[in-house]
């Protein structure tokens, strides 16, 4: 099966920056989309953003102008660079993707372990 991995999370003063990275391994055909998401605490799980294989993106509003979203196919990694952190951006990040196992087959959805985000005031 797939496995997502994220690295990159850590403790961060209000104003800083960090980048993350998640990478896929296992038998994989093509990943159609990857993306991050975030869970705080008593909060639910949500989209930061995504991004196709193609380079499309999609971004929370919230986030436009402070995180950016980028890809390596080649890797199977996607990148998120976060600039201007807050406080609210503390949560946990983890990394989703959809993929395909085999040519023309089903997609199929993978989670990663998660990575904590810690914004310090």
């Known amino acids: 099966q797939v496995q997502l991995v994220e690295s990159g999370g850590g403790l961060v003063q209000a104003g800083g920056s960090l980048r993350l990275s998640c990478a896929a391994s296992g038998s994989i055909f093509s990943i159609n989309v990857m993306a991050w998401y975030r869970q705080a605490p008593g909060k639910q799980r949500e989209l930061v953003a995504g991004?196709?294989?193609?380079?499309?993106?999609n971004y929370v509003d919230s986030m436009k102008g402070r995180f950016t979203i980028s890809r390596d196919n080649a890797k199977n990694t996607i990148y998120l660079q976060m600039s201007s952190l807050k406080p609210e951006d503390t949560a946990v990040y983890y990394c989703?993707?959809?993929?395909?196992?085999?040519?023309?087959?089903?997609?199929?959805?993978?989670w990663g372990q998660g990575t904590q985000i810690t914004v310090s005031s």
């Open positions: 991004i196709t294989s193609d380079g499309r993106t």
């Open positions: 989703n993707a959809i993929v395909r196992l085999v040519i023309q087959g089903p997609e199929r959805m993978y």
